[in-house]
Nanobody, 123 residues
Framework: QVQLVESGGDSVQAGGSLRLSCAAS????????VAWFRQAPGKEREGVAV???????AYALPVKGRFTISQDDAKNTVYLQMNSLKPEDTAMYYC?????????????????WGQGTQVTVSS
């Protein structure tokens, strides 16, 4: 089993920054890949970024160049640094984990999920 707890969500103005944290515990192999997803009201959950325990990473196009995913192995925590935030970044942000990653940020492929943290960006 894997447990994921997100934190760091807040309300900010456009152009601001936030850092989200995802504290992970449980079987390490099952959480080899950790991703951030987001879901805005009335929209489907979309992938934001993903990182592996070996340091491989990938980003969705809407956030590339603005968001940075990283990890602290000693703290078993994955971070999402979000800069130059836009109102369209407003969503509930979820941390997800899985033992494998197929190269596409598909929510259905991730077995473990946190409860989410809300990010609101005002114009």
């Amino acid at each position: 089993q894997v447990q994921l707890v997100e934190s760091g969500g807040d309300s900010v103005q456009a152009g601001g920054s936030l850092r989200l944290s995802c504290a992970a515990s449980g079987h390490r192999t099952s959480r080899k890949w950790v991703a951030w997803f987001r879901q805005a009201p009335g929209k489907e959950r979309e992938g934001v970024a993903v990182i592996s325990t070996e340091g491989a990473l990938a980003y969705a196009l809407p956030v590339k160049g603005r968001f940075t995913i990283s990890q602290d192995d000693a703290k078993n925590t994955v971070y999402l640094q979000m800069n130059s935030l836009k109102p369209e970044d407003t969503a509930m942000y979820y941390c997800a984990a899985n033992s494998r990653y197929g190269g596409v940020l598909n929510a259905a492929d991730f077995a473990y999920w946190g409860q989410g943290t809300q990010v609101t960006v005002s114009s």
